[in-house]
């Protein structure tokens, strides 16, 4: 890689789109009247935490020629996110959605073009020269899973698998989506294609309706991730290495926190999480064999405190502003 071109550690791929937050989030959609325009999706918010937390990062994915697409790449640009893989499709619209968070639970009223943006990309449109010069590719939510973009998410993953980059996954399934059949199949394809998998007690029971958390995990180890990353909200997360010696997944606790709104959570916990495994030089599948388990729950403690940061605030990306609040935050909760 020549010496002027900016080093990179990772490329998010995935959903990007404008978050309408209710400014009183306690509350149901349908009685919201206010809202905050917030940048939002679950891999551009990936990526931004990653970036706030020290790991160089990059971002594909597609919106459309709009006032808000051109918001959305400002606000990356802003956040030293490498956004030439971005591809700014014309005639289409940016997705936006509204959100609340009524019961301590985010809810979403999605408004997209038909067909949205993502339909138009094709195994071409890979970035392979991000690919090459990064160690891991991560592919969070929506985008991941709808045939839209199947042919040009397999193009990718095959391309990285080929490259020997790390390759990480959150599929933040959305309620209705799991509900058919091809959604499920794409979302246990592509986990079986990754070598780290986050994902929440909610996805979990999307996809395996009534099982124990140690038998989802189990099963995931099985079809083929390595480290595997179950959060449980405020209850804190499970975290298992198939090269692990242990009968059950470790627990790790979730700091305590004034919740002023849930959105964002995972994707917070998600980007630190691969910040913290760059920071201790862990973004490849040889390394993370080889990591001590005690490394590996610290730096899982600390993505658990950046979920918790998140919550301290309206919007996504309000609350988890540096690496030194997410300290602060564990500091604390580790003093208490």
């Known amino acids: 890689m020549p ?61 459309g020629a709009d006032f808000f ?44 073009s038909s067909p949205p943006p993502e339909s138009f990309l094709a195994p071409e449109d890979c970035p392979e020269r991000l690919l090459e010069r990064v160690s891991a590719l991560h592919l969070g939510s929506r985008f991941t899973y709808q045939i839209a973009s199947a042919s040009f998410i397999q193009s990718c993953l095959e391309k990285a698998h080929r490259m020997g980059v790390l390759v990480t996954y959150d599929p933040n399934i959305r309620p209705a989506s799991v509900e058919y059949p091809e959604v499920r199949h794409r979302v246990l394809a592509n986990i079986a294609s990754s070598h780290i998998v986050k994902l929440s007690d909610d996805d979990a029971a999307r996809l395996f309706p009534g099982e124990r958390a140690i038998d989802t995990i189990r099963r995931l180890h099985d079809s083929g991730p390595d480290l595997v990353v179950l959060t449980l909200g405020s209850r804190g997360a499970f975290v298992s290495h198939s090269a692990w010696k242990t009968a059950e997944p470790l627990t790790v606790p979730t700091p305590l926190v004034s919740v002023r709104d849930t959105v964002g959570a995972g994707d917070a916990c998600m980007g630190a999480l691969l ?33 918790a940061a998140a919550c301290t605030a309206f919007g996504s990306l309000a609350g988890i502003q540096s690496k030194r609040k997410v300290l602060r935050i564990l500091e604390r909760s580790q003093e208490g």
């Open 3 to 63: 010496n002027d071109r900016k080093a990179l550690s990772l490329l998010c791929m995935g959903d990007i789109l404008v978050d309408m937050v209710s400014t009183i989030p306690s509350r149901e959609l349908v009685d919201c009247s206010t809202f905050r325009r917030c940048p939002g999706g679950s891999a551009l918010n990936t990526a931004v935490v990653a970036a706030r937390m020290g790991c160089p990062t990059a971002f594909a994915a597609i919106v």
């Open 69 to 112: 697409g051109g918001y959305l790449k400002r606000f990356l640009d802003a956040e030293g996110v490498d956004t030439s893989a971005l591809i700014v499709k014309q005639g289409h619209s940016t997705g936006i959605a509204f959100t609340s968070s009524p019961g301590g639970k985010p809810t979403f009223d999605f408004v997209r």
């Open 275 to 307: 910040a913290g495994l760059n920071e201790k030089g862990l973004l490849s599948r040889d390394s993370l064999a080889k990591a001590s388990v005690e490394v590996i729950i610290q730096i899982v403690r600390f993505s658990c405190a950046a979920g």
